[in-house]
């Protein structure tokens, strides 16, 4: 009983907090601005809750003694929506970073006065709007990344200028690796200029790959500076599929082998790959499921699941008979009708293309003994015959 009350109470509290800490708003929670020797701007305090709030603002960051807030406490009643807080940013040049510097505005809740006057500071309901603002490089300097688009096969390396001079030529030459590390092939994009601040797409057209993950390498080479890039992409899906399902030296009546040809189309091994054969009547009734092994296939690898199929109490007819194989979150399926003589399994596998006849093996072994025995005796009959003449 008394852990079941400590665990309500601290529900309550968790919901207290969660409470407490969306009680207020702000706005922008993020923005990105270019470095300017003056920079203005606003935050807009929300109070979604509609209570009375004590604020504090407060910047942080090394950027922080160049700030200048309109107001570092706010005071909104219960009837106020919004309040707007404005800053100025004066910072020079050489305080900054080249590329992103951030101002962090912390806005935190403060309760109300204690019995000596001072305030406290609620450590669950603070919130932070960021400002992150970005000083140009010297020269010439770019960022970059690797995108790649699986409809037309081509992998895109946006770059973007950072610095103040204009670039008169970027290139990408693109390497694609497959999992041993070994290169697949090369490819390179058309030279192209690239103003100050300004962003361009080199495009590179892949060839045909088989399906699986590929290691990309870009380099990017721009007026005598390089940069290098790499990415991981995914051509195609994981994918193992069903080539044929066999019946080998079937017997009426008896246990038999049912076979799943599977083959693995992925560049990587394929683990955990299982197969499920359901047999259902001609009206359409479920009758039987077996279920094959678990194996891995390796990459572009084939194998045979095996299961079992007990025949003694199936009626001769037809039978639709389904194949499933699963690999990972894959799912593949054949079906097949089939029809059981009394002799052999009449099916027709659409991978193979032709109709197939199974029967005993038994059977035919005894045919060939009898066969023989017939043509030993009538060698025999023959020489026996012309020693007595």
């Not at 030529?169 to 999992?179: Q, T």
């Amino acid at each position: 009983m008394r852990r079941l009350f400590i665990l309500v109470l601290a529900v309550i509290i968790l919901l207290w907090s969660i409470q407490s800490a969306v009680a207020f708003g702000v706005s922008p929670a993020r923005k990105n601005v270019d470095f300017s020797s003056t920079l203005k701007g606003t935050i807009r305090i929300i109070n979604s809750q509609g209570e009375a709030l004590s604020l504090v603002v407060a910047p942080k960051g090394t950027l922080s003694s160049y700030v200048t807030l309109s107001q570092n406490v706010i005071e909104m009643n219960s009837s106020e929506y919004e309040k707007d807080i404005t800053y100025t940013i004066q910072a020079p040049e050489g305080a900054l970073s080249p590329g992103p510097n951030t101002v962090d505005f912390m806005i935190v809740s403060v309760s109300a006065p204690t019995a000596n006057g001072n305030n406290k500071i609620s450590a669950n309901a603070g919130i932070i709007s960021q400002l992150i603002i970005n000083r140009p490089y010297s020269g010439k300097e770019i960022k970059a990344r690797i995108d790649y688009n699986s409809n037309t096969n081509t992998v895109i390396v946006p770059v973007f200028s950072l610095g103040t001079e204009n670039i008169q030529s970027v290139k990408a030459d693109v390497a694609v690796l497959g999992p041993t590390n070994a290169i697949v092939e090369t490819k390179s994009s058309d030279a192209m200029p690239l103003t100050a601040k300004g962003t361009i797409e080199l495009p590179v057209q892949l060839g045909s790959l088989n399906s699986g993950n590929y290691d990309v390498k870009a380099q990017i080479s721009y007026d005598g500076k390089v940069m290098t890039l790499e990415q991981v992409i995914n051509v195609g899906k994981p994918l193992v599929v069903i080539d044929s399902i066999e019946f080998p030296n079937f017997v009426y009546g008896g246990i038999n082998k049912v076979e799943i040809n599977a083959r693995n189309e992925w560049n990587q091994e394929s683990t955990g790959v299982y197969g499920l054969v359901e047999f259902y009547s001609s009206d359409g009734t479920l009758v039987e499921k077996v279920k094959t092994p678990t194996e891995n296939i390796p990459a572009f690898g084939k194998t045979t699941l095996d299961s079992y199929w007990d025949t003694s109490n199936y009626p001769l007819g037809e039978y639709n008979v389904k194949a499933i194989l699963y690999s990972g979150s894959n799912q593949q399926e054949k079906s097949m009708k089939v029809t059981l003589t009394g002799k052999d399994i009449i099916y027709n596998n659409a991978a193979a293309g032709k109709a197939t006849s199974q029967g005993s093996n038994i059977a035919l072994l005894a045919l060939g003994v009898a066969l023989l025995v017939i043509i030993n005796l009538v060698l025999l009959f023959v020489i026996l015959r012309k020693k007595k003449k």
